[in-house]
């Protein structure tokens, strides 16, 4: 298999919209002058010397997979996205059906202990949904696409465990769902376009016309986000729309709805919010937070690296988010500067949840970011929570100097550099930081901090967060070092522009493919 093949399955639908011309107050390093910086379109202008090349995006027939990039200096075809919308926004991202030949299937017996799942001040459900599905290849257009329809009893047989729940995320191909009948009702209901909501205010009646659209902030593979305007309560919201020929076309159908599932579950004041989804005959709309600072990732390119102070900020709204998510066995696969969003205040939020997943015990499914996958999943030994603890660790790595710590220009390069664990280190990094980046960075899962017998609790009692009070974290009293220059909370300078016109309105699905989304 050349190294030419192994950039991408796919890429998932990405934070932010690229980054348009941001201009931050900042009270550490500063953002520098702004640049027009997007993930995916357009030209960028970097102030690290941190820059991607992007191969040839072809195809190798003896491969599983094809590539779609991002994060390479502005040059790959899939165009930037906001607020999680497509395929082709910032940085590398893999993801595969689930196959039932793993590149290795001598599974680690040893198991780690998971932390007792703790209450979360804020754990209602709440109505909302944010689906950032992820863009794979058919196999009507690759012949090198990875079987999507094994059986999860092949990948146990790896494990040498009978029992072992193994849930599967690949997407279920339209014959599989053939069965799936409509309920009458409900498609009545659908063809209204409308649903009750319950909100702080009583029971709400969403529809679509409720919601004016003022202009695209971000496109993808499957479709665009637009700033919107709630009619009713004169709020802004980000419109998530996409083309159900194309989700379906790309056998995405379980990743969108396994996604606006897990957002409509969870609340959380660094996670991005979903207020209400539906669907027409076309397409599929999701109505979440409108967060109008932009990407982490502009700020990091802008302004070449973080100082310690900086980066610990976010890396604890971070830690923040992820005990609660784990709390709820939900692990998240993605995080990486372009799934971050900055809010008007400076505080983080989460978004593109593509690819999360409910846990019932391990998965083996390849999906992530190249720079940010942890060993195991490489490995194909099966994985779960402990892959967000070891993202986080090269996402304050890429922080602190201004790039991941492995890094090649081709993805094969990435994952030997990954399983070697060898790191290069700046000279002068915060030695408490660095301490903190080694024990997340390491290749046994049960040895990582954060996988431990207390969970996300040894990881808030480092050193390096020890000034640290947790409950300010969650309220978001701590001062945020980057405040984004916007005027109001509709304000877009943070976003690319896209020509209005471009958008030609998707092809209407017939009876058969629609009730794949019954229940959107």
């Known amino acids: 298999m050349s190294a030419a093949a192994c950039a991408r399955f796919c890429t998932p639908l990405t934070a932010g919209g690229g980054g348009g011309a941001n201009k931050a107050k900042s009270n550490t390093s500063g953002t520098g002058s702004s640049s027009k910086l997007t993930t995916g379109t357009g030209n960028s202008s970097m102030t690290s010397s941190y820059k991607k090349k992007s191969p040839a995006s072809d195809t190798n027939t003896e491969a599983s997979f094809t590539f779609k990039l991002g994060r390479a200096n502005g040059s790959s075809g899939n165009g930037s996205s906001s607020h999680g919308v497509g ?9 595969s059906s689930e196959s039932s030949d793993p590149l290795e299937s001598d599974y680690s017996e040893e198991e780690e202990e998971e932390p007792e799942p703790k209450p979360e001040q804020s754990s209602h459900v709440s109505s909302r949904s944010s689906s950032s599905a992820t863009t794979t290849t058919s196999s009507a257009d690759h012949e090198n696409e990875v079987d999507e329809e094994e059986d999860d009893d092949d990948e146990n047989d790896g494990d040498g465990r009978d029992g072992d729940d193994v849930t599967n995320d690949s ?3 339209i014959e599989e769902d053939d069965g799936n009948e409509t309920d009458d009702e409900e498609d009545e209901d659908d063809s209204d376009e409308s649903s009750s909501v319950q909100t702080a205010k009583g029971v709400r009646k969403y529809h679509l016309d409720d919601y004016q659209i003022i202009k695209t902030v971000g496109t993808g593979t499957f479709g665009r986000v637009c700033l919107c305007r709630d009619r009713i309560s004169e709020k802004y919201c980000a419109m998530k729309i996409l083309a159900m020929t194309e989700v379906i076309r790309l056998k995405q159908i379980e990743h969108v709805k396994n996604e606006r599932n897990i957002l409509r579950e969870i609340r959380h004041p660094f ?6 989804s539906t669907k027409d005959d076309s397409n599929l709309y999701m109505i979440f937070d409108y967060v109008c600072g932009g990407e982490l990732f502009t700020y990091l390119r802008n302004a070449g690296k973080f100082t310690s102070q900086t980066s610990n900020f976010f890396a604890a709204e971070i830690v923040s988010a992820l005990e609660y998510l784990h709390s709820l066995q939900i692990v998240y696969r993605d995080l990486k500067p372009e799934n971050l969003l900055i809010n008007r205040d400076g505080h983080l939020k989460i978004t593109d949840f593509g690819f999360a997943k409910k846990l019932r015990d391990r998965t083996w499914t390849l999906c992530g970011t190249p720079e940010y996958i942890a060993p195991e999943i490489i490995q194909s030994k099966g994985h779960n929570k402990a892959v967000d603890w070891w993202a986080l660790g090269v996402l304050i790595y890429e922080m602190l100097v201004g790039y991941p710590p492995f890094y090649d220009e081709q993805p094969f390069g990435i994952y030997e550099k990954i399983l070697s664990g060898k790191i290069e280190w700046e000279r002068h990094m915060d030695p408490i930081a660095k301490d903190l980046i080694k024990k997340l960075l390491v290749n046994d899962r049960t040895k990582r901090l954060g996988n431990m017998k207390n969970g996300a609790d040894d990881v808030k009692r480092h050193r390096w967060f020890k000034h640290l009070n947790w409950n300010d974290v969650y309220n978001k009293k701590l001062k945020p070092p980057i405040l984004p220059d916007v005027h109001h909370d509709g304000d877009t300078k943070n976003f690319d ?24």
Do not use: C, M, T
């Open 271 to 276: 996670v991005i919010s979903l207020e209400w």
């Open 87 to 95: 395929g082709g926004g910032g940085g590398h991202s893999v993801a």
């Open 171 to 173: 997407n279920e191909s």
């Open 497 to 520: 522009d896209y020509p209005e016109q471009d958008w030609k309105p998707a092809k209407a699905v017939d009876q058969r493919d629609l009730q794949y989304f019954n229940d959107f």
